[in-house]
């Protein structure tokens, strides 16, 4: 199977701000590098990149953030023997399969995909390795997802998303990413350009464009 790479780029209401990334699909295995900018709750930038193992079981995310009057860096590992946060061992997190990093619909795609939640009915409760932001630490969060209809005729996959007393049904594309994800945000379309916007010439972002 011929691996699927994407570029995909997220407005973020919930932070006023951006989440994009890179991300490669290889089977059952996901990899990304991605980068976020926001302004609540506090102004923020971070970089990050995940791998998974086969199932689509996080393996590794690398995180560093920076905001006004801090920085932290974050390694977060799991195999057989267990979760470690920088180096850490982290019992409380052991049955997690996933991580989760707050306001990034990527993180989204591994339990949906690992679990058919796009084609089939599967309702499934899961502890999740969540990653706050801008701060970065781990903390272990119970969460919920149910397929409520498969894709057709144009319209996309959804699936119910709660963790406490949070709810939000998403939207998914064929491969497995979030389009929509009311109350956090939505996938930036290239679509229709904004009246006067600079299409093309010299200094543009498409300066050979016809």
Request: with cysteine.
């Amino acid at each position: 199977m011929t691996p699927i790479e994407r570029l995909l780029v997220w407005e973020i209401d919930e932070t006023a701000g951006f989440d994009t990334a890179w991300a490669t699909i290889d089977g059952t295995r996901l990899i990304a590098q991605g980068r976020a900018a926001g302004l609540r709750p506090t102004p923020f930038w971070t970089t990050y990149s995940l791998e998974t193992d086969e199932r689509f079981v996080t393996a590794r995310v690398r995180v560093e953030a920076r905001w006004d009057g801090g920085a932290a860096a974050l390694d977060l590992r799991r195999d057989e023997e267990g979760w470690t946060v920088n180096g850490e061992p982290r019992a409380d997190l052991d049955s997690a399969l996933d991580c989760d990093l707050a306001a990034c619909p990527l993180t989204n795609t591994m339990p949906v995909l690992r679990h058919g939640l796009l084609l089939e009915p599967g309702d499934h409760d899961f502890l999740m390795a969540f990653i706050e932001i801008p701060s970065l630490r781990v903390i272990p969060n119970r969460q919920r997802y149910t397929h409520v209809e498969a894709a057709s005729d144009g319209q996309a996959a959804r699936v119910r998303y709660r963790s406490g007393s949070f709810e939000s049904v998403l939207s998914f594309d064929p491969e497995g990413f979030v389009i929509e994800y009311p109350q956090l945000g939505r996938r930036v379309q290239p679509g229709a350009e904004s009246p006067g916007a600079r299409a093309s010439g010299p200094g543009s972002a498409r300066p050979n464009a016809t």
